[in-house]
T-cell receptor, first 114, second 115 residues
Framework: AQSVTQLDSQVPVFEEAPVELRCNYS??????LFWYVQYPNQGLQLLLK??????LVKGINGFEAEFNKSQTSFHLRKPSVHISDTAEYFC????????????FGQGTELSVKP | DSGVTQTPKHLITATGQRVTLRCSPR?????VYWYQQSLDQGLQFLIQ???????AKGNILERFSAQQFPDLHSELNLSSLELGDSALYFC??????????????FGEGSRLTVL
């Protein structure tokens, strides 16, 4: 079975500071990895995804993530955050034979302060 | 706008009642997924349909059922409602005719409050 652990439930950070949101996964088969963002009172929106190829993945809004197979991690980073990045961030995993469903972590609330 | 439409956006009902949530997937998407989001359980996968057939089942209670119709819209039926069923229910769609890309497209959710 696949599972996802997001190591921080809340991350407060000042505007223009760098941020890293941590995600570890567990799977006995090869995986696809995703980061989604949920702004208040909205649905989830894809930030970036890793299916194969380069382990450094760039997404929207200046975010990037690195797939590390040996550490089973997929941490999300941004070098300089903005107030508008305040949201809930979800790491998710699926597999080639998973039928497409995603298994989500518990979420990390990113709070950017001026 | 993801292209996934969910109705109603908000629903308030009483314990013991039954409700139906509706989802229209993105044009061309064949798969529909239902998720439940609550404070204590997070985002839980409930069930997936692909082109009218059930494809995968997650943590869906027996009181809940879903179906996908020939026009590909889907409905999630919740019955004998309990206070603990209060949550945000998301529908997502994927797998267009161009094939699997890994991405799910989410609607804005239906917020259910059971009093």
């Amino acid at each position: 079975a696949q599972s996802v652990t997001q190591l921080d439930s809340q991350v407060p950070v000042f505007e223009e500071a760098p941020v890293e949101l941590r995600c570890n996964y567990s799977s006995s088969v090869s995986v696809y990895l995703f980061w989604y963002v949920q702004y208040p009172n909205q649905g989830l929106q894809l930030l970036l995804k890793y299916l194969s190829g380069s382990t450094l993945v760039k997404g929207i809004n200046g975010f990037e993530a690195e797939f590390n197979k040996s550490q089973t991690s997929f941490h999300l980073r941004k070098p300089s955050v903005h107030i508008s990045d305040t949201a809930e961030y979800f790491c998710a995993v699926s597999g080639p034979r998973g039928g497409g469903k995603l298994i989500f972590g518990q979420g990390t609330e990113l709070s950017v302060k001026p | 706008d993801s292209g996934v439409t969910q109705t109603p956006k908000h629903l308030i009902t009483a314990t013991g009642q039954r409700v139906t949530l509706r989802c229209s997937p993105r044009s061309g998407d064949l798969s529909v997924y239902w998720y439940q989001q609550s404070l204590d359980q997070g985002l839980q996968f409930l069930i997936q349909y692909y082109n009218g057939e059930e494809r995968a089942k997650g943590n869906i209670l027996e009181r809940f059922s879903a179906q996908q119709f020939p026009d590909l819209h889907s409905e999630l039926n919740l019955s004998s409602l309990e206070l603990g069923d209060s949550a945000l229910y998301f529908c997502a769609s994927s797998v267009g005719t161009s094939g699997y890309t890994g991405e799910l497209f989410f609607g804005e959710g239906s917020r259910l409050t059971v009093l």
